[in-house]
């Protein structure tokens, strides 16, 4: 296992709802990127946050915002959610952040259903 | 196009098989590559990195041609636990983010 956590793992909300998704990143590590995963597709990257800031950002509407806390957990929101959101929400941590940084670990996730 | 493309398959292959799977990255700037393995309902685990001089892991090689912006996982005597999703990942340029293919879907038969 790779140390990183998630809650809850699984949440079904109705249209129009916001959730609020949790992270806690493994020990010793400061980077925290989150990463939507669809049916039959690859996760695709919704941001990063480092040192309590928002460190990159995907392809994602304003809706999907964030937090990262001193002790380098995250939580990933989504207001007005739509049918589409329905997904895996992944969560990795990394345990550096330069240029170069490779190594994501990744939690179970979060199995987000929209109704 | 997409910037990671991988054949999604499905691949159904004997047991004892080898399988090879391709991948493709439109970025030539990318830094590092990795074969992630994601199971049903699970999250992806890091496989292999890829390197440009090739790496061996096993009954796992994964092949990197930088000229061509290609990338290849072969396995061989492929074992019925090798059933998995098989993601190809490259580190993207610019903002800190793995860039994930749709996956490539084995199925080994026993």
């Known amino acids: 296992e790779t140390g990183v956590t998630q809650s809850p793992t699984h949440l079904i909300k109705t249209r129009g709802q916001q959730v609020t998704l949790r992270c806690s990143s493994q020990?010793?590590?400061?980077?925290v990127s989150w990463y939507q995963q669809a049916l039959g597709q690859g996760p695709q990257f919704i941001f990063q946050?480092?040192?309590?800031?928002?460190?990159g950002r995907g392809n994602f509407p304003p809706r999907f915002s964030g937090l990262q806390f001193p002790n380098y957990s995250s939580e990933l929101n989504v207001n007005a959610l739509e049918l589409d959101d329905s997904a895996l929400y992944l969560c990795?941590?990394?345990?550096?952040?330069?240029?170069?940084?490779?190594?994501?670990?990744f939690g179970p996730g979060t199995r987000l259903t929209v109704l | 196009r997409k910037e990671v493309e991988q054949d999604p398959g499905p691949f159904n292959v004997p047991e004892g098989a080898t399988v090879a799977f391709n991948c493709t990255y439109s970025?030539?700037?990318?830094?590092?590559f990795f074969w992630y393995r994601q199971d049903c309902r699970k999250e992806p685990k890091l496989l292999m990195s890829?390197?440009?001089s090739g790496n061996e892991d096993g009954r796992f090689t994964a092949q990197l041609n930088r000229a061509s912006q290609y990338i290849s996982l072969l396995i061989r005597d492929s074992k019925l636990s090798d059933s998995a999703t098989y993601l190809c990942?490259?580190?993207?340029?610019?903002?800190?983010?793995?860039?994930f293919g749709q996956g490539t879907r084995l199925t080994i038969n026993p």
């Open positions: 990942v490259v580190w993207g340029q610019g903002a800190q983010k793995l860039v």
């Open positions: 020990s010793g590590h400061n980077t």
């Open positions: 970025n030539s700037a990318s830094q590092s």
């Open positions: 990795a941590s990394s345990p550096i952040r330069d240029r170069f940084i490779r190594m994501q670990y």
């Open positions: 946050y480092y040192r309590e800031e928002e460190n």
């Open positions: 890829v390197y440009s």
